[in-house]
């Protein structure tokens, strides 16, 4: 962050702001408005839906078709031509329905009403729009409120701010209105600056505002999002995809034509076969099939609670290898909580869920009865008493909420959870003094009347408690606190603090004057340690669990301190001993090599900025592994944009994260991720599969027409009769193929992960061992019309592909599982479709219109017979393939 405000006296900053502490005059604050403008920052452009439509025209094999078309059109072909135009509109149109679909539901999700700032104007405290703030104003923060711009703190009054969502730290900030060396800042929280969307959570301050808008250091971070651009993973597959599909047209037509003219056709009629063979290579139907299977991704993820929004980034999560996760918010609650109680030795763990004000206490495994154990209701109601914290049920989200400081706010939650209720324990024990947290003696105290007498609470760090005691409390009467009670102690605090808890010493005097300060403490007994904590959500053990078992790796990124990191790590799974925990300062002296190296066997990064991130994410990239990150806060997002894919909390989330994210998990449950990795990696199944069925079809096409070529006929299909069996046949089952049910055994750690163009070996494999037969088939049943001059030997070909193709997608179904021993009505679908194409083939058929389309006529009952008998064999083959491979494979 820019330092230059915090080394400067309040004096300097307001002399080179040219304000005072009167403020700014309301015709200055004018002036200073035009100069700088609105102090916000530039909302995410939202596309329009012509802009949305136009969009899913991006694609290679899009390009490939619109070129197809053209040739067609060029062809007089005019029919074949719209039948293509016509599915891509289609295709674009789905695509637009979802995607916009999404977009309205981010929308939805925006929160744009607007926050007033009080401001000093000519002397007085005025309320104005915090978008009308201007650098120089005079800001009065009071507790709970939202920092409407960087300032420098002129007074404050026992201040504390959250910037979990600008730092990652999820501990509140004290601050301080004293100049700040360069060294300090590096070893001091305390800093002079409060920043743009923090919060404040207790005390109040005035503050003259250094920065607005994109000035600021939320600004800057929206800023950086802007220059980083990373591509889906998807969306590169594709594009090789139809890189090869491409090189594999240009050879082979290149051959055909060479080919052709040796044997003496005319370059016209080349030209011819080479734009029939192209439409056929050309598998039409995949951009309608991808956009389809994506869709279908997207609605089960919505039901899930999982906002996609671009289409492409379902199927990315489940490509995923590394899933780098914030901690708060992310995997805590982002609620400071007392999870253990040291007393009268012993330990109690207290058992909840946030800050909801029920649990139990447990010691040494079993639940206790709470009156059994004074010393742990004397510590409920001791926090109860010195807690200024509120505690509150907000109906409408079902959820517990708290205002105060977030320590205070810890106890009061327990102090509730064993029973004591804070109006009766007001009412009953009224307060009488206190004294504020000082930052030296690092304490805060309470005196309330107890039957009485003056009862004065002291509560803060243990090594300064523990000092002002010379007794320790217990059940049978108080003891003296010798050095063997000290050694006990400070092993009772190590213990806690090896746990990663945050740790608060509270002591009393149950006899005091009405007052006393911080230089004049009365000697006072030591009670106990509470153990706080920033919850774990309660479904992320499980979550991370199920992850690794999916044979991917979760790491956690976070703004917290070395020792909390590594216990909140160690606690969800995510960190075992042995691994590697790099801080923000090991990251600064590595180069970008060594970072790389040291990736493999780190599970843990903390004390890292927004930079340190975005170093951490790219390094993982340049691996090649593709990474999905996810986070909530304004530190979060150049990460979740330079990530394979940014996943955002929709609830507690900051505006900046979910406009840089590609997921939105609504209901921020973390075991979302799960679900969404299982989805994507059903959504590259299927896609496998649907790539399967339609290569083939388009590879027999191909050696279908080559055979025929170097066999001497002519050509085998007719351009209408590509068309039809590419844009109906094919594109029916194949869309009946998208909608195959969920395999079992998704997130196995062994699933294997894309390749770069998706095809992969065992793909290739099943491509020509089935596109062989397919071809070998059609031209046997052609050669045998055309032998005898028949004028139906066009038709017998249409008719033999088209059946092959049926029996095709019943065999693509999976790629080990024999068809007659899975579930034919797992898939109604694929029954409905191919019911569906039989129809249509006896209509081509027996239809006078199709007739003269497709220029067929009527075959016999024999005929049909032959045909099917002969495209069976398909189903022989691969049954044979699956057998060896299922024996192979064990």
Not at 808 to 819: F, G, V
Request: aromatic share 8%; glycine share 6%.
């Amino acid at each position: 962050m820019n330092n230059q405000w915090h080394t400067k006296s309040i004096a300097e900053v307001l002399t080179a702001l040219s304000s005072s502490e009167r403020g700014l005059t309301k015709e200055e604050a004018g002036r200073r408005f035009k100069k700088y403008g609105l102090n916000k920052l530039p909302e995410g452009k939202i596309d329009s839906f012509p802009v949305i439509f136009l969009r899913q025209f991006q694609s290679p094999l899009i390009y490939i078709l619109l070129v197809a078309a053209v040739i067609v059109f060029a062809m007089g072909k005019i029919v074949d031509g719209f039948v293509i135009l016509i599915v891509l509109v289609f295709n674009a149109i789905v695509g637009t329905i979802q995607e916009g679909r999404a977009r309205n539901i981010f929308l939805a999700l925006k929160k744009f009403s607007e926050t007033s700032a009080t401001v000093m104007r000519d002397g007085k405290e005025i309320l104005v729009r915090d978008v009308e703030v201007v650098p120089g104003d005079i800001i009065v923060l009071q507790e709970g409120e939202k920092v409407p711009a960087d300032a420098r703190i002129i007074f404050t009054n026992i201040l504390k701010v959250d910037e979990a969502s600008l730092t990652g730290e999820s501990e509140p900030i004290s601050k301080t209105n004293v100049i700040l060396t360069t060294e300090q800042l590096l070893v001091t929280d305390q800093k002079n600056m409060v920043f743009k969307g923090t919060h404040i959570v207790s005390g109040n301050c005035l503050a003259v505002v250094v920065a607005t808008g994109l000035a600021t250091e939320i600004g800057k971070i929206a800023q950086k999002i802007t220059a980083i651009d990373t591509e889906i993973p998807l969306k590169a597959n594709i594009r090789y995809l139809s890189r090869l599909i491409i090189l594999t047209i240009l050879i082979i037509n290149s051959f055909l034509v060479i080919l052709g003219v040796f044997f003496g056709k005319s370059i016209e009629e080349m030209f011819m076969i080479a734009v029939a063979l192209s439409v056929s290579m050309v598998p039409e139907g995949l951009p309608i099939v991808v956009t389809l299977v994506l869709a279908t991704g997207m609605w089960r993820m919505s039901k899930r609670h999982v906002l996609v929004k671009r289409l492409q980034a379902v199927e990315t999560l489940g490509q995923a290898k590394i899933i780098a996760v914030d901690k708060t918010g992310t995997l805590t609650r982002n609620e400071m909580i007392i999870q253990r109680v040291y007393v009268d030795a012993n330990v109690f763990e207290i058992t909840g869920s946030g800050y909801e004000p029920k649990g139990k206490a447990i010691l040494n495994g079993n639940t206790i009865d709470l009156l059994n154990y004074p010393g742990l209701l004397f510590s409920a109601k001791v926090a109860g008493l010195c807690a200024n914290a509120r505690l509150l049920f907000v109906k409408e989200t079902n959820t517990w909420k708290i205002t105060g400081d977030p320590t205070e706010a810890a106890m009061l939650v327990f102090s509730e959870k064993i029973g004591f209720k804070h109006n009766i324990l007001e009412q009953e024990m009224p307060k009488i003094f206190e004294l504020p947290f000082d930052y030296q003696k690092k304490y805060r105290a309470t005196i309330r009347v107890v039957d009485g007498k003056n009862f004065l609470i002291v509560a803060g760090a243990p090594e300064k408690v523990i000092e002002l005691c010379k007794k320790v409390w217990s059940k049978d009467g108080n003891e003296l606190l010798n050095e063997e009670k000290r050694k006990e102690l400070e092993s009772a605090f190590f213990n806690l603090a090896r746990e990663g808890f945050r740790i608060v010493a509270y002591a009393i005097n149950s006899n005091v004057d009405r007052s006393v300060n911080h230089n004049e403490m009365p000697l006072l007994t030591f009670v106990g340690f509470f153990g706080m904590k920033d919850a774990l959500r309660p479904e992320v053990k499980k979550a991370v669990e199920r992850v690794k078992s999916a044979g991917m790796r979760m790491v956690m990124i976070t703004g917290d301190h070395r020792l909390t990191a590594e216990a909140i790590a160690k606690e969800a799974g995510i960190y075992h001993e042995g691994e590697t925990v790099l801080t923000g300062e090991e990251i600064d002296k590595m180069l970008d090599e060594e970072l790389a190296e040291k990736l493999s066997q780190t599970t843990v990064f903390s004390r890292v900025t927004p930079d340190h991130k975005l170093r951490i994410i790219q390094a993982y990239r340049k691996r090649g592994e593709v990474v999905a990150m996810t986070g909530d806060g304004v530190n979060d997002a150049p990460s979740l944009v330079a990530a394979d894919l940014g996943v955002a909390m929709g609830k507690i989330g900051t505006e900046v994260a979910k406009e840089a994210s590609d997921l939105v998990l609504l209901d921020d449950n973390f075991a979302s991720i799960v679900s969404a990795v299982e989805e994507g990696r059903n959504i590259y199944k299927t896609i496998k599969k649907v790539i399967l069925f339609l290569f083939t079809t388009s590879i027999s096409q191909v050696l279908s027409i080559t055979g025929g070529l170097i066999l001497g006929f002519p050509l085998i299909f007719l351009p209408s009769q590509i068309i039809w069996l590419n844009f109906v046949t094919a594109a029916l089952l194949d869309i009946a193929i998208a909608m195959e049910p969920k395999e079992k055994g998704l997130l196995r750690g062994n699933f294997e992960r894309p390749k770069k163009w998706i095809i992969d070996g065992l793909m290739v494999q099943r491509i020509f061992l089935m596109a062989v037969p397919m071809a070998i088939g059609t031209l046997y049943l052609f050669q045998r019309y055309f032998e005898i001059g028949s004028d139906k030997v066009w038709v017998i070909s249409l008719t033999t592909l088209a059946v092959f193709q049926w029996f095709n997608a019943w065999n693509c179904r999976s790629e080990d599982q024999s068809i007659f021993r899975m579930n034919p009505l797992s898939n109604k679908f694929l029954i409905g479709a191919t019911a569906i194409v039989v129809f249509l083939q006896v209509a081509a058929l027996y239809t006078p219109f199709l007739q003269q389309v497709l220029r067929t006529q009527p075959i016999t009952l024999l005929e049909w017979l032959m045909i099917i008998l002969v495209a069976f064999s398909i189903v022989i083959i691969e049954e044979i393939r699956k057998l060896l491979y299922r024996r192979f494979k064990r």
